[in-house]
């Protein structure tokens, strides 16, 4: 029993920070960011891609006026700093809609 619940919270731990499957990963650099539609949403560009979303396409992002606030200014730390950031996109979305945003140290 001990086995089987060591098992089942590593599982749980394990899980919990993966990337859910249906997410693609984009890591790089902000390139350009679009002010004109904010604070309703958020266009920017990288410098890589993916197959539907190839570097310098314009990615979007769009949640709600202050959530997308804190994600502008995140995306200019990232573009004057040259700092890298992963942006997860939903598959298959040719729209380039964000999910999830980091702004990576290095």
Known sequence: MRKKLS???????A?????????TLI???VTVVEATYMP????????VGT???PAGKWLQWRKNEE???VVYSTLMTA???GKKINFYLVDGDSGCHG????LLSS
């Open 7 to 13: 098992a089942l919270l590593i599982l749980c731990a």
């Open 15 to 23: 899980s919990a920070f993966s990337v859910n499957a249906t997410e």
């Open 27 to 29: 890591t790089g650099k």
């Open 40 to 47: 309703g949403s958020i266009s920017f560009q990288m410098n």
């Open 51 to 53: 197959s539907l979303c």
């Open 67 to 69: 959530n997308n606030k």
């Open 79 to 81: 573009l004057v700093s």
């Open 99 to 102: 999910s999830f945003i980091h």
